[in-house]
């Protein structure tokens, strides 16, 4: 059955999201039906020349949908779908990539410098995180089976079939015994589904055993959440829980529709903190519409700003919504922190460490590596964190909170730097209140004319503030007001 899946699928060589526009009646009908393969969308007409499957996707997201073709260039078949006036907003499939580059010299001096950065000792007298807060990890799956991850996965137990705590071959039935629409998705699952897009591994389609084929994600585990007692790498938040979601494959690529599919899941069973150790140029609509739908639910979504991008545009960090990641480094001859060269620094947040920091790999190997995928994650952990001592705070209160007790890195903040590194220890003394938003023009709105725009904003320590406009991330932002 796989293997007929794979013939299929190396006939496809276009995928396309679309997004319906609301009011859409007729062709929202045929996708429908499409996607439960009764339709006949195929033979209407040369637009739909070559379409072999319509998948919807999440209930969450109703007007998303992915369309994969076969034979059918592929600019062409974007612009011609452009111009169909039933659809709202049309884009390429493209792949998103993991942020870590190996390191292979290693220093006693070194291992757990980010833990000394971080303020880790004086913050674990406050919490090391709570059992009921649970952490997303967006990426390349984990290798649950290491005694640094025992009991520290968030399980589902009505799927867990023989009460261990863990997921493993006598928990598949395969039935959706919870009837979440996920069949024996004991500890998450395993959206990877991209048939043009590897050359080994478990990449076909989507099943419940997100195993990491990669490393990546086994090392964001470890940093968040590994066990001091059983591991020899210390997660920086051990009492929280990890909800593994893979979606990178094993050369640790992952499409927009499955990140996306994997956001909605982790909002779906409660995470409150979302790790996306990820990144590429180009935004995606379809990938903003799930954070938007994470965020405008209370989860806080970590991203990191990449690695040796500089000044160019980097997602998901550069949305608005996401707290942006960016790295720190550590010089062990001087004892000093700076800013990691290789961060990127389209838009940070703060810092975190990135260079040189000790992970887990599949097997419990422990390794050295550098990357903004290690900012996130230790950012993720402190906001895991945070939230555990305060669970009434909102994502904009984490962000202000941890900008406000950043510790510089020179004489002031600067766009490379955000607002300095973080540290832990001030930030659980005192957390910070931020409020921010839209009043007029609502969301969605179509105006005509000259445009007021109605902005409220509350942050206990504010002294400054600036409104920017770009359309749809493309090109520089352009400053409309400022204000001190």
Same mark, same amino acid.
């Given at each position: ?25 007729? %062709? ?42 076969? !034979? ?108 979440? !629409? ?87 069973? !409660? ?7 990820? !990144? ?84 419990? @190997? ?40 950043? %510790? ?39 105006? @005509? ?36």
């Amino acid at each position: 059955m796989r293997w007929g899946w794979l013939g299929i699928a190396l006939g496809w060589s276009q995928v396309a999201y679309v997004c319906l526009r609301p009011e859409a009646q007729s %062709l929202r009908r045929h996708f429908e039906e499409a996607a439960r393969g009764q339709s006949t969308l195929a033979r209407q007409g040369p637009l739909w020349r070559g379409l072999q499957q319509v998948e919807a996707i999440a209930p969450e997201l109703p007007n998303w949908y992915v369309l994969r073709f076969a !034979g059918r260039d592929s600019t062409a078949l974007l612009d011609t779908l452009r111009q169909h006036p039933e659809l709202q907003h049309v884009e390429g499939a493209q792949y998103r990539r993991l942020w870590v580059k190996p390191v292979w010299t290693e220093s006693e001096a070194l291992l757990g410098w980010h833990h000394r950065a971080l303020g880790t000792e004086a913050a674990w007298t406050r919490t090391q995180g709570s059992p009921s807060l649970v952490i997303a990890l967006i990426d390349s799956g984990t290798d649950w089976t290491l005694p640094a991850f025992y009991r520290q996965l968030w399980v589902n137990p009505p799927e867990d079939l023989n009460r261990n705590g863990t997921l493993d071959s006598l928990d598949l039935n395969g039935q959706d015994d919870d009837g979440n !629409g996920f069949v024996d998705d004991v500890i998450g699952y395993d959206f990877t589904d991209q048939p043009m897009g590897s050359s080994r591994g478990d990449f076909l389609g989507v099943d419940p055993w997100p195993a990491d084929q990669n490393g990546h994600g086994t090392a964001m585990a470890s940093l968040m959440v590994g066990r001091p007692d059983r591991s020899p790498v210390a997660g920086l938040a051990p009492g929280c829980r990890l909800l593994v979601l893979r979606c990178f494959n094993a050369e640790g690529y992952g499409e927009d529709d499955d990140i996306a599919r994997a956001i909605l899941y982790a909002v779906r069973q !409660g995470a409150r903190v979302l790790n996306c150790s990820f !990144g590429e140029a180009k935004p995606s609509q379809l990938l903003w519409a799930a954070i938007r739908y994470a965020t405008d639910r209370g989860a806080v979504v970590v991203a990191a700003s990449g690695n040796g991008t500089g000044r160019a545009p980097h997602f998901p960090s550069g949305f608005p919504e996401v707290i942006a990641a960016g790295g720190l480094a550590y010089n062990e001859a001087s004892g000093r922190y700076y800013l990691w060269p290789l961060s990127g620094y389209y838009r940070v947040d703060w810092l975190a460490p990135a260079d040189r920091v000790p992970v887990l790999l599949p097997g419990g @190997t422990v390794s050295l590596l550098s990357g903004t995928s290690l900012s996130a994650a230790l950012t993720s952990a402190a906001a895991a964190l945070l939230l555990s001592q305060y669970p009434t705070l909102s994502a904009a209160d984490v962000r202000a909170t941890f900008a406000a007790r950043a %510790l510089p890195l020179g004489s002031r903040p600067t766009p490379y730097t955000g607002s300095g590194y973080l540290y832990l220890p001030t930030a659980l003394d005192l957390p910070q209140t931020s409020r921010a938003g839209w009043l007029f023009p609502p969301e969605g709105a179509v105006c @005509t004319g000259p445009i007021p725009l109605v902005f409220a904003t509350y942050h206990s320590l504010l002294d400054h503030w600036e409104v920017e406009w770009r359309p749809e991330f493309e090109g520089p932002p352009t400053l409309l007001a400022s204000g001190d």
